[in-house]
Nanobody
Framework: QVQLVESGGGSVQPGGSLQLSCAAS????????MGWHRQVPDQRRELVAI???????EYADSVKDRFTISRPGIERTVYLQMNNLQPDDTAVYYC??????????????????WGQGTQVVVSS
């Protein structure tokens, strides 16, 4: 129904920057929210940043003033600009999509989809 393709992970030193991107495709009717969560081993997946179709954003307290989520125009692509990265930001980052899409029987269904994850490592 909905496929998410992530890119932009990698390794940086503390204080460095990375930009993640996530493109959604498939039988999408409309988008409600897209964004990013992250997870480290043995911990729960946590919200990083979300943006709604109307452009309203929400951030985890730990990334406010350092990370910026954006979704240009009507594109189904979101970007996460991550500045001043710190070792605690090391995690696998997962793209998230919530919206309306056609299923295999061509009915509209609410859909929550996750990307495959992209690794971010912050280390000196």
């Amino acid at each position: 129904q909905v496929q998410l393709v992530e890119s932009g992970g990698g390794s940086v030193q503390p204080g460095g920057s990375l930009q993640l991107s996530c493109a959604a495709s498939g039988s999408i009717v409309s988008l409600y929210r897209m964004g990013w969560h992250r997870q480290v081993p043995d911990q729960r997946r946590e919200l990083v940043a979300i943006i709604t179709s109307g452009g309203i954003t929400e951030y985890a307290d730990s990334v406010k003033d350092r990370f910026t989520i954006s979704r240009p125009g009507i594109e189904r692509t979101v970007y996460l600009q991550m500045n001043n990265l710190q070792p605690d930001d090391t995690a696998v980052y997962y793209c998230y999509f919530e919206g309306l899409a056609y299923d295999e029987q061509n009915f509209r269904q609410n859909v929550n989809s996750w990307g495959q994850g992209t690794q971010v490592v912050v280390s000196s």
